[in-house]
């Protein structure tokens, strides 16, 4: 199963050519992350900073294949790749029209109250694991 969601390349995404600076896709693939845990984990990073945990990048790779301009509509597809004990990877691939724009592979980590690596509660456990890619 994956997780879809729309975003539209702004002003503030662009350098001076109209094109999108590859940082903002870093911005990008958080946002898709963090409402991907608001909306189908269940879990806001709201509510996991009010309890003290956390989700933090601890790896990211991407492949830039083509650039994005002001104005595009950007379609991004979440998965989840590999499921671990602390750690899960997704990918996120990103399509404008038919034309594939990047590939991102990000690592989060479950940080426990005490900020170090923990075991996934249950409850995010399950609905990453009924996102997980099917080989």
Request: hydrophobic share 40%; aromatic share 12%; with cysteine.
């Amino acid at each position: 199963m994956s997780y879809a969601r729309q975003i539209r390349v702004e002003f503030n995404h662009c350098d001076p050519a109209g094109i999108v600076f590859y940082p903002r896709y870093f911005e990008m693939t958080n946002s898709i992350c963090e409402n991907f845990f608001r909306e189908v984990v269940g879990y806001s990073f709201h509510a996991m900073m009010a309890d003290g945990v956390g989700v933090p990048t601890a790896r990211i790779e991407t492949d830039f294949r083509a650039p994005s301009r002001l104005g595009d509509v950007l379609d991004w597809c979440l998965v989840v790749e590999k499921l671990g004990g602390s750690s899960a990877t997704f990918r996120l691939e990103t399509l404008c029209g038919n034309d594939h724009r990047l590939t991102a592979w990000l690592t989060l980590v479950w940080l426990s109250p005490e900020q170090r690596p923990g075991r996934w509660p249950d409850p995010v456990r399950a609905a990453l694991a009924a996102h997980l890619e099917e080989a």
